[in-house]
């Protein structure tokens, strides 16, 4: 009985071939999905928050609140 | 391709741990016995080459039996010649003189999982009891910043101060009702 002559050569190379653009095709689709899943919805929510933020109104919430040391609330 | 590695453990510990750390690391034959090694030989001499039952080194560097007796040393001489002409029970006597153990029966489990997890356990177990004599002995007092008073008001004043209003913690509170949405 004579067996087939096992690959001896090459085996790094035909390891790569197959992985490496499994490797990048995954890495890519990891990135794109995160871009689209987080950081879009992220920015959107951004904008909206900017979009009826009112400085002055905060400002005086967080001076009657107390938590300023140099305004204190207006009562006192 | 084992970098000369192919010695036992006992062999490696020496090498590593020093003759007298080997001693008492070396599984005893007590052990070795109740995990199913109970064929192990005691006393090898390690400057020689040693034969070995290894699962990654199909040729160890001796063969298992080395002082032949008669009928085996005419066996060997048969098998200089054309192979076909031994009988199977020949061939296998042939095996049996240059391995200890075929692959199924070296790769059979043994218990010794049994004796690791239970070690694990006792000192998991011996690590609890010092921890908790710990809690009691050792620790100081918790700070103040741990009372539930001191936690409460330290929410109210992140909720006061806006902390994270876009996608975190202020935004979870519904400052119109004053609780959390």
């Known amino acids: 009985m004579s067996l087939t002559k096992p690959a001896m050569r090459g085996l790094l190379g035909k390891r790569l071939r197959f992985h490496l653009p499994i490797a990048f095709g995954l890495s890519i689709l990891v990135a794109v999905a995160f871009k689209y899943t987080v950081t879009e919805p992220r920015k959107r929510a951004y904008a909206e928050f900017y979009k009826q933020y009112d400085a002055v109104k905060e400002f005086k919430a967080m001076r009657e609140a107390g938590v300023f040391e140099s305004v204190r609330p207006s009562g006192e | ?181």
């Open chain 2, 1 to 181: 391709m084992m970098l000369g590695l192919r010695v036992g453990a006992a062999a490696a510990a020496t090498r590593f741990l020093g003759r007298r750390v080997a001693a008492i690391a070396t599984p005893s034959g007590a052990t070795m016995a109740s995990h199913g090694h109970a064929d192990v030989s005691q006393t090898a001499d390690m400057s020689k080459p040693m034969y070995c039952d290894r699962v990654d080194t199909p040729l160890p560097d001796r063969a298992y039996k080395d002082e032949l007796s008669a009928a085996d040393k005419s066996l060997k001489q048969k098998e200089k010649g054309p192979w076909n002409q031994l009988t199977k029970e020949e061939k296998i006597a042939l095996y049996r003189l240059m391995f200890r153990k075929t692959y199924p029966e070296m790769k059979q489990p043994t218990a010794e999982w049994k004796t690791v997890m239970g070690g694990v356990f006792i000192f998991l177990g011996m690590t609890g009891l010092v921890v908790w004599w710990q809690s009691v002995y050792v620790y100081p007092p918790q700070p103040r910043t741990f009372d539930r008073e001191w936690q409460a008001k330290q929410v109210q004043r992140m909720l006061d101060m806006k902390v994270s209003p876009v996608e975190g913690f202020s935004s979870k509170w519904d400052y119109e009702k004053g609780q959390w949405k």
